[in-house]
């Protein structure tokens, strides 16, 4: 499928397994990822974009394929000894939190992002040096070089930053709102470039909500995949109900959407002409098509890698 | 020798030796360090204080013995990991430094201190927090909660940091001049209570230029040191015309002073009323007096813990 511009609205770990089939039926050069910056965090004074790192280092074939984030191989001797002053820690101070897992190797891309980010490189500069140093020959774009911060309100606990419900409680309590906190965030030039110029758009399979949702919360985004719909493919992170990594589904759920397909149609439909469901959703292709999308049924656990790469074909074709 | 209180100027690992035995031969809670902070460095958006780590560290018995600074046991993953980035980084990004060394262990104390800088501490409370960390009884006091850099000018490289100096050019190149950049700097109120109300001030056998320079050149210090010079006791950093370790030697003959403990007692006559020299330097008795200082010669090579705390006691017996 040569000189096929492919560009993938990604988040993290689904994403990242679809990015890394991708790159095996198209070239590598044509390929680009919008990817969610809402997750990024400042910890420890570094900043922090787990779903850019996690589609570098899966692309780069250093992800820990046991965990899905963070690097095969990696050591915890610098979260270990935070331990020490975690425990010290004045009431009302948050610093050195120890839920977050950094490891060591992890944190030279911390420590080397914000440093850059201190000389006034922009996120964008930063990911595609980054990207380089690991060798990937895929176009890796933050969203947005302006901060936009997802804020989940659950239940109990107010309005929290991301990674504090999804890492700290482990998104093990009821969500009640998402919204997207920002000072006039704009996606960058080259993402919406890269949006309108592919020859076809992949919604990855990735949570509708906290992953894909942050990238549609900008402006003219929306707009942009609505004006090519036709070309745009979205695969449903939604397999038989539930989600495969994640709380997806019961965030759609505590949301009032319908933890299925069809409810995932019903989000994407307006942007996006297909949906690709896995087989045991065959029997959902009429419900998705009555909410107004094309369906198309195939494998999509990527348990393995020619899995990704037969999805990876199955979405282009239903793109073009 | 109970109720003394000592409050001892400091540099980095001789320093650290010298803490380490007075807190054998006095109560540590009656020891304050006031610390160098002029080598401080910004490394990868941390705040690095050598200084106050080394001396945290050796307290602690958790410094590397063979090096003298650092954690013992320590690992470096991490600073591996950032050769990939500097490997990339655009031309005039410092980015990524990997000259200055800092293990995986390590980095937990700067994201700690960086991170409770970043909520509105002081350097002094951060101390005092990491200190509580490491179960330490003295009291250690950073030199002052402002910025102040020691600049060095080397031949062939004009101002550069010290910590450029010191590490990435290993201290190899000829100083021309030092100075103490700050935009008013001031010594914390309890590092000048500390050196106004212990029985005994001690100079660390530490570099007069850029480890006792540094405290030395705050406004006030000075004065409140000559204005009970007689019971301040600098012990020499030069044995035998050499320093035992780094370049005080050389640096105070490049900068015009004599590389003796003569040329040490011109340099804190001011305000020491004793000099503690070492046995090698037992002939030069009478040029330090004749320089108008008195001298107490004895074992100061601190190699190991029973040395240090002979010396402990004889500081402070000339102290008192």
Redesign the interface.
């Known amino acids: 499928m040569s000189g096929t511009r492919v560009t993938v609205l990604a988040g993290g770990v689904g994403a990242a397994r679809f990015l890394r089939g991708l790159v095996t039926v198209v070239a590598p050069r044509d390929v680009t990822a919008v990817v969610n910056t809402g997750d990024d965090t400042d910890l420890?004074?570094?900043r922090v974009c787990p779903d850019l790192d996690t589609c570098t280092y899966t692309l780069a074939g250093a992800i820990d394929p046991e965990r899905g984030w963070g690097l095969v191989g990696?050591?915890w001797?610098?979260?270990?000894?935070?331990e020490?002053?975690a425990?010290?820690?004045?009431d009302g101070?948050?610093?050195?939190p120890t839920w977050f897992g950094l490891?060591?190797?992890?944190?030279?891309?911390h420590?080397?992002r914000?440093?850059?980010l201190?000389?006034g490189?922009t996120l964008t500069e930063v990911t595609a040096?980054?990207a380089?140093?690991?060798e990937l020959e895929v176009e890796l774009l933050p969203m947005t070089d302006d901060r936009l911060r997802t804020v989940v309100t659950v239940s109990g606990h107010g309005p929290i930053p991301f990674q504090d419900y999804f890492v700290r409680l482990r998104h093990d309590v009821p969500v009640e709102h998402v919204e997207f906190v920002s000072d006039g965030a704009r996606p960058t030039p080259a993402a919406t470039a890269a949006i309108e110029a592919s020859d076809v758009v992949v919604v990855a399979p990735s949570n509708p909500i906290v992953s894909i949702g942050p990238i549609r919360s900008l402006p003219g985004i929306d707009e942009v995949l609505a004006g090519r719909r036709e070309s745009v493919v979205a695969v449903s992170p939604i397999v038989g109900g539930t989600a495969l990594k994640g709380p997806a589904d019961r965030m759609l759920r505590e949301l009032g959407h319908d933890p299925s397909v069809e409810g995932v149609a019903r989000l994407y439909r307006e942007i996006a002409a297909t949906l690709v469901v896995d087989r045991v959703d065959a029997g959902s292709v009429a419900a998705v098509e009555a909410a107004g999308m094309r369906c198309v049924v195939t494998e999509t656990v990527m348990s393995e890698p020619a899995i990704a790469a037969a999805l990876a074909r199955t979405v282009l074709d239903a793109g073009r």
């Open positions: 420890h004074g570094l990696e050591t001797a610098a979260l270990g000894a935070l020490r002053y425990a010290v820690r004045p101070s948050t610093a050195a490891g060591d190797r992890d944190l030279a891309t420590l080397y914000t440093a850059r201190g000389e490189a040096e980054i380089r140093a690991w």
